[in-house]
């Protein structure tokens, strides 16, 4: 079984940054592949990003070259930094865990508890 916590979610103006942080725990943390996801209201889930245990780095093309993810193993965390924000960036932000790239892009194995994210115009 795999815990995740994400943090880091809250209020933010169109243009500003947030940086989510989401801590793993309960298996082997580096050999996992983590995703971001999203969930707008009346929406379904979309995939953000993801990363490989080795630092690859997959993103959705809505948030290619505004959003970065990455990871600490030693601490059993990874990040999404997000600038430049939009108003339609506002969801509730999941954090996964896949034994794969591919899972965590397409089918998570396991999934946190969501962060909300809100910006404002």
Known sequence: Q????ESGGGLVQAGGSLRLS?????R?????????????PGKEREFVAAISWSGNTYYADSVKGRFTISRDNAKNTVYLQMNSLKPEDTAVYYC???TGMATAITRPDYWGQGTQVTVSS
Do not use: D
């Open 22 to 26: 989401c801590a793993a725990s309960g």
């Open 96 to 98: 996964a865990a896949g």
């Open 2 to 5: 795999v815990q995740l916590v």
């Open 28 to 40: 082997s943390f580096s050999s996992s592949a983590m995703g971001w996801f999203r969930q707008a």
